[in-house]
């Protein structure tokens, strides 16, 4: 069974700094991770989704690399702003389901 | 275009009560996933149904059932509901096995 894990749990960073969140999945057979955020009470917002051939994508000032062999994803966050504070998930797709982690919780303080 | 809409946003019942979700995807997305958040177990797959079929499933007992209509609109059931069952339910629709677009959810509280 896939297993995703997200490290840090919570993150806590002043306005401005760059910023990497990890994901890590255990299988990696996977059909393509996707990025997401969620606001407090909210549904998800899909952010980037890299599909198994792909190494990375980007959008604006957010950056994901995947790196199937090892089983691990990164989202990067360029000049982060209060705006960014968010719970961010992964999801390995399987190709029959999404695996998702348990989130990293993210405030950027002004 | 419009996005993923649900359902009731709210819901309250008691215990042993039965409830259904209504989950209405994107215009021209056939497949629309089931997801249950709690914040002990985080967001959990509950099913997939594409062009009306039940495609994939989760590992849910059979108290969590759904179903798809032909305009890819498609309901969750909740019968017997329990305490445990008070949580977030998400649903996600998509073209196939591509990006999924969530909506708001609904907040399930069982009394």
């Known amino acids: 069974k896939q297993e995703v894990t997200q490290i840090p749990a919570a993150l806590s960073v002043p306005e401005g700094e760059n910023l990497v969140l990890n994901c890590s999945f255990t299988d990696s057979a996977i059909y393509n991770l996707q990025w997401f955020r969620q606001d407090p009470g909210k549904g998800l917002t899909s952010l980037l989704l890299?599909?198994?051939?792909?190494r990375e994508q980007t959008s604006g000032r957010l950056n994901a690399s995947l790196d199937k062999s090892s089983g691990r994803s990164t989202l990067y966050i360029a000049a982060s702003q209060p705006g960014d504070s968010a719970t961010y998930l992964c999801a390995a797709n399987t190709g029959n389901q999404f695996y998702f982690g348990t989130g990293t919780s993210l405030t950027v303080i002004p | 275009k419009a996005g993923v809409t649900q359902t009731p946003r709210y819901l309250i019942k008691t215990r042993g009560q039965q409830v259904t979700l209504s989950c209405s995807p994107i215009s021209g997305h056939r497949s629309v996933s089931w997801y249950q958040q709690t914040p002990g177990q985080g967001l959990q797959f509950l099913f997939e149904y594409f062009s009306e079929t039940q495609r994939n499933k989760g590992n849910f007992p059979g108290r969590f059932s759904g179903r798809q209509f032909s305009n890819s609109r498609s309901e969750m059931n909740v019968s017997t509901l329990e305490l445990g069952d008070s949580a977030l339910y998400l649903c996600a629709s998509s073209r196939g096995q591509e990006t999924q677009y969530f909506g708001p959810g609904t907040r399930l509280l069982v009394l």
């Open positions: 890299i599909q198994s051939s792909q």
